[in-house]
């Protein structure tokens, strides 16, 4: 379900954020799509999660000297074995069997083989003289010719010509001498070029059992994220002529995606806007002794605006309706204009539609275009956190949540309780659409030491939902996304360690679904080791073995401070949202049972994690706990093979009640045990369920 976008060594921050702002509009969310680091790349288990590797612009030589060797290995085995590899300008000469660049030129020369080899042949630059590295100064408008016919299977319109950013890119020599080899070229420039070889500018290569697409030019980057004053007179008018092309673009880059066997949008996905927080509580008195304990880390700036500076975020603190547009504008530009494009126009694309639109700065090269949907940085997008002291949020305020049914379920959840205590969802903040509620806490470390234990950062949709390793969440609307505090004293280091607070979050979540309410006893859910939330295929017809879909994961990040540690617990959980894989509720529709909401649904998780935390503060993971979590988890006498054990055969037996680890019992001939237990570290391995594999994470 991840499509991964190469950040690492070679590659530039721009061509990264140009991939990222189109990939998300044409794949969400049916992927989720993030960036991957060098280091992920060569030591974590990505790909048999990963539907399409993108390696985007830069200089390949960058790419080789970080991943020659075990790098290229795995981008290869990963390809031959199905996979999908999307190589742009930079990337399409790294995905060649030869990279020539400027032959000849003893500044800009680079050339020599390369190991990916998925295009048989050389990619031969520059197609157009001009280019300088970190400069708009060789930048032109590229005209393509499409290869219909090679697209025609994609589905949906596919330009005859269309016209795309070009800045360095190269030519696919003698593309059509390798049809026999499975290389099909997509389009071809119609211009005089540089080098000869052709004139090859997009090329498909059948590589085993998956396929590469390799570009020369950019049909990634859109015309609205170009600033046309960057260059010289003539970049103005490259921008200008761009935009005019933008549908064909779109159109042409979307058949490129499909013909990898990528599911496309119909209609491009626009990201939304932020949103604004609602802060609440149980008690309306308790948000304003909150508010209160904050005073050392607010600052109170001219006009009588107060901000809490973040070291990820800033939140400038509001109450209902009582903000002021002039205010707004001040405050944004003065504390996150470095967030905006220099060409973002009159309205800021910092609130959600729900939210009253504002006015701020524009250059004078730009005063009277506007578009909300552009690249922008998130984390300099100053958050708005409305403190709600006398009242609930009404549904005017939050539309797609209503705080009064959360905090009245809590109410009856909790009243079913034995613990005193109730903090988990006593304070809730929420944000219809957020970055992430995990990074808007635990990035945060000066703002996160104020907070309660407890409290609870949810929200509708998640622009930058995060997961484990190079992992990310998919996080649309009809997922239920939150994140819990807790404060774990050291003190109880030796009874009750705190690597087994992930386990008491996936115990919790499938305790809560099935003590929805009644009826959903038996629900197929289950837990996977060590983070993972699986539940039943709706579409398993009931012959053969049971199929499990992952529905939902969890990210559990810690720090210490003083006595004790804490942590932020995230969790996304698909409710609603049938993509990508499938949801509580077409589970729930087969059963015949109502439909979860996410008002009920989240209190009932928080207290039951409350309850299981609480006992294992008492009594550690003891053996009724432990066999609690045997009764909901997926592994019970697994038979899986050990890759850190040189591919040992091994029975899954339990985990160890001191730190956590996977028991696992070694066979040998015909299964018989061997006598020896192998004992695994959850940070250091990833348990493949389906494939029977527990692999080694570097």
Partial sequence: MN??????????????????????????????????????LLHEPWSPTCALLVFPGGADLGYCRTLNGQGNRKISQYVNRGGAYLGLCAGGYYGCKRCEFEVGDRKMEVVGDRELGFFPGTCRGLAFPGFVYHSEAGTRVAELRVNKTALAAAGGAIPDVLRSYYN????FVDAETFKNRGVEVLASYTEKLHVEGGAAAVVYCKVGEGG??????????????????????????????????DKPRTDFFKACLAKLGVRVNQDEQAVPSLSRLHLSSTHASDVSELVASWYDIISHEEG????????????????????????MVREVTQVGADALPETVGTKLPGLASSSPSMETKTTQADETTSSPDRILDYDKVVKHMVVHETALPDSKETPYFNHHAFFANLKHYNSKRRDSKEEFGKYLLYGEVVTSTSTLLEKNPTLLA????????????QLAGRGRGSNVWVSPPGSLMFSTVLKH?????ATAPVIFIQYLAALAIVEGITTYDTGYEDFPVKLKWPNDIYAMDPTWDGRGEKKYVKIGGILVNSSYAGSDYTLVAGIGLNVTNAAPTTSLNAIAKNARLPPFTLEKLLPRILTCFESVYRRFCRTGFDRTMEETYYGRWLHTDQIVTLESAGGVRARIKGITQDFGLLLAEELGWEDRKTGKVWQLQSDSNSFDFFKGLVKRKA
């Avoid at 990264?16 to 960036?35: M, N, W």
């Avoid at 600033?227 to 761009?242: F, I, K, M, W």
């Avoid at 104020?450 to 949709?461: E, V, Y």
């Fill in 168 to 171: 360095g890119g190269g030519v």
């Fill in 212 to 245: 590469a697409v390799l570009t020369g030019p950019h049909p990634e980057f859109a015309a609205v994220n170009l600033n046309p004053s960057s260059g010289d007179p003539e970049y103005a008018t490259t921008v200008d002529a761009l935009a005019l092309d």
């Fill in 3 to 40: 499509v991964l976008v190469y950040s690492g060594n070679g590659s530039t921050v721009e061509s990264v954020r140009h991939v990222l702002y189109t990939l998300r509009r044409l794949l969400s969310p049916t992927y989720a799509i993030t960036t991957i680091s060098s280091s992920a």
């Fill in 450 to 461: 104020q907070l309660p234990p407890g409290l609870t950062a949810t929200a509708t949709t």
């Fill in 304 to 327: 009588g605006t107060e901000y809490i500076k973040g070291e990820n975020d800033t939140f400038l603190l509001e109450k209902p309706n009582a903000w002021s547009m002039g205010s």
């Fill in 489 to 493: 004293p050291l003190s109880l280091t």
